[in-house]
């Protein structure tokens, strides 16, 4: 029982992560995205990192969630907006070929993490978190790449900085732990800073070349 | 080899010069606050007040030419944060602030006269611009990883939103791309800090100097982190952004851009290797024989290049080769060729960020007046806009690397380290570089010497702005005339050992 509850809060986030990042409503997604972030921030309050845990649900759950909201052009003001031309460039449909050819890199550099990781000693209070840590990486690179999608990208970023941040995390050692708060704070700034750019710019862009054909909204492509 | 980056040291700085190290940091932030809040159409009185930085930096110059390198630890709570000055930090300080203080003058004329801005886009330009000065400062004074990352990640996203203010479409676009590869880059750097933080439990670097022992951990560690810097340096098989941000961007922040920007991250991927790994001569060959593609690829691209921007930007991919060219001559050879190579290098860094921005100055001009971004819009310039030209002349002298500029010492220092290395490939490729260079500068001169064509309608431009390009060029200049000055700050402050 005790190990269930050990090892669920670190696998929901990896699940959640595979539904944002394939799911081809982009509204959906987007929604999802802030359930994992919520999820994450679980994750820091069980690792007993207070501050980190309320700073990713500002910084990464609300404030990022706005701005992805934004970006689909979706403001609490007005509700949701009616049928809009689809955002930023239209998402290719997923073919098997191309989604196996961008696992190979990706594979490869988890290869070398683990390696890396493998010589380092095994963390003591949460294997479990250094694990679903290394998999969100993978999972948010191999999207980074499948997706051509800006926001979807801005997504798989996102994904693959908060595996990064629960790596770090539980990489730290008791006397290092401020530097590697120092290091995820600066890093949930960042990530938050780009993707309220990120967001801003598809507003710009989608505001300045109305596609030529409407198409169906929400990433929903008729392939 | 981090005696030379200032890093062994236990002298303890003085009131007087923490106060003016917190000045020169802080000054530019402040400025360009008071900038965006009454946007000013005349350079003058902003001008003024940022000497005020400049003064400070010339008199923390005189503090430690008389007494060393100095260090700071500042402690916040558990954290501790590095921070230290020798004549490597100041010599790159005084860089930054001479050319962020050169944009600054040209702008408003720039921004007032020529481009006719208006909305929002120039307010913001001056906060930016300070921002980007104060994260460069905090770039060369950081001893270590967490200040570094604050440093590279604040550089970073204020570059690109420099680069989006004209609010162009095609500026948006090259800048999302632009975003999208900082982001990818900045997360390829914190994950190798990660590693070394979880490798052994600290993140200064004269301590990871000591502590480090190779294995894979550090591997993947060091791949990680020179993935991530050389992608947002523009280095050889990840250069591809480079040009079309350029293209779109406002003149004052391409030159800032390709002088300071891209040189801060070569900054931090060198300084990381001397430190963390400064035998691994294998791995130094392989960053090597990317510089050595780096000089021909992209001065073949500037050679065939359409347009003037293109042109100067894929120059930067070119030069910036060089530099990779110091990772061999560095790491794993003899005492004799590193305190070669080390003058080498940093003085190229020096003369191709004012050659390069004073080109980039001049470029500008040239395209307002003509009204033409393509090179062979230039037909005619030389005799209409002679000023104009004469800067991207004298700016491409040290470029190519002719006598008494900088980047021809700079070379011939890089050239001698590597005949005393043995490592004879580099010669090829420096020969080589120079000739490219050569070609495409040649090719812009060949088109503005054009003398038979139509009277167009072209508007000079106002003549402060030719006057600043043609201080940075003369700069680039002069600098080798007087190369001696800033290799002896490199030795002073640097340590010989």
Avoid at chain 2, 120 to 130: I, N, T
């Amino acid at each position: 029982m005790s190990s269930l509850f050990d090892v669920l809060p670190a696998t929901l986030p990896v699940l959640l992560a595979v539904l944002v990042l394939l799911d081809r409503r982009l509204l959906r997604a987007c929604s999802l995205f802030v359930l994992f972030a919520l999820t994450v921030a679980l994750t820091w309050w069980r690792l007993g990192f207070i501050w980190l845990a309320l700073l990713e649900t500002l910084l990464g759950a609300v404030l990022t969630g706005a701005f992805l909201f934004h970006a689909l052009g979706i403001s609490p003001a007005r509700g949701a907006s009616p049928a809009r031309p689809s955002h930023g460039q239209d998402p290719v449909p997923l073919i098997w070929r191309r989604t196996l050819i961008h696992l190979i890199p990706v594979l490869a550099l988890m290869g070398m993490l683990a390696a890396a990781l493998a010589s380092l000693p095994a963390s003591d209070s949460s294997p479990a978190v250094r694990w679903s840590g290394l998999v969100l990486v993978g999972l948010g690179l191999w999207a980074f790449a499948l997706h051509t999608h800006l926001l979807r990208r801005l997504l798989a970023f996102n994904i693959t900085g908060t595996g990064i941040f629960l790596l770090l995390m539980t990489l730290v050692g008791e006397t290092t732990t401020a530097a590697g708060q120092g290091l995820v704070i600066t890093g949930l700034a960042v990530a938050l800073l780009g993707t309220a750019l990120g967001a801003l710019l598809i507003r710009r862009l989608d505001a300045l070349a109305p596609s030529q054909q409407p198409s169906p909204v929400n990433g929903r492509q008729v392939s | 080899m981090i005696e030379r980056l200032g890093l062994v040291t236990t002298q303890l700085p003085t009131t007087g010069s923490s106060m003016m190290t917190l000045l020169v940091v802080l000054l530019p932030l402040l400025l360009g606050m008071l900038g965006g809040a009454w946007r000013p159409w005349r350079g003058w009185p902003g001008l003024v007040v940022a000497l005020l930085s400049l003064l400070a930096l010339v008199w923390l110059t005189q503090q430690i030419a008389t007494h060393g390198t100095q260090a700071w630890v500042l402690d916040l709570g558990t954290l501790t944060l590095h921070w230290r000055a020798n004549g490597l930090t100041l010599l790159l300080l005084l860089l930054t602030q001479l050319l962020v203080l050169a944009s600054a003058a040209y702008a408003p004329a720039y921004l007032c006269d020529a481009v006719q801005a208006r909305g929002r886009g120039p307010a913001w330009l001056w906060p930016l611009m300070g921002l980007l000065a104060t994260s460069l400062s905090l770039i060369w004074l950081a001893a270590d990883l967490l200040s570094l990352y604050i440093g590279l990640e604040l550089m970073g996203l204020t570059a690109v939103g420099l680069m989006l203010l004209p609010g162009r479409e095609e500026a948006l676009a090259a800048g999302m791309r632009y975003l999208l590869l900082a982001l990818i880059g900045s997360l390829a750097f914190l994950l190798g800090v990660a590693l070394l933080l979880g490798g052994w439990g600290r993140l200064d670097l004269a301590g990871l100097a000591e502590a480090v022992e190779p294995g894979p951990l550090l591997w993947v560690a060091m791949a990680l982190l020179s993935a991530g810097l050389l992608l947002k340096a523009a280095a050889f098989p990840l250069h591809a952004w480079l040009a079309p941000v350029h293209g779109s961007a406002w003149t004052p922040v391409s030159a800032l851009h390709a002088a300071l920007v891209i040189k801060a991250s070569f900054f931090i991927a060198l300084q990381l290797w001397l430190v963390l790994a400064p035998r691994a001569a294998m791995a130094a060959w392989l960053v090597g024989g990317m510089g050595a593609a780096a000089v021909v690829w992209g001065g073949l691209l500037a050679w065939r290049a359409d347009k003037l921007k293109d042109v100067v930007a894929w120059s930067t991919v070119s030069q910036l080769g060089y530099l990779l060219i110091a990772f061999p001559l560095l790491i794993g050879t003899s005492q004799a060729v590193v305190s070669i190579a080390w003058g080498g290098v940093w003085l190229q860094l020096l003369a191709h960020s004012l050659a390069k921005a004073a080109m980039f100055l001049a470029v500008g001009n040239l395209m307002l007046a003509t009204g033409e971004s393509r090179v062979s819009g230039l037909a005619g310039a030389s005799r209409r806009f002679p000023l104009s030209l004469l800067s991207f002349g004298i700016a491409a002298i040290s470029l190519v690397g002719l006598p008494p500029s900088a980047g021809f010492t700079a070379k011939w220092l890089l050239l001698h380290a590597s005949l005393a290395a043995g490592q004879w490939p580099w010669l090829v490729v420096l020969a080589l570089g120079t000739l490219l260079s050569a070609a495409y500068m040649f090719r812009v001169f060949r088109y503005s010497f054009v003398e038979d064509v139509e009277l167009q309608d072209y508007r000079p431009v106002p003549l402060r702005m030719d006057l600043i390009a043609m201080a940075l060029a003369l700069a680039s200049l002069l600098l080798g005339l007087t190369a001696s000055w800033p290799l002896a700050i490199l030795a002073i402050a640097g340590g010989v050992p």
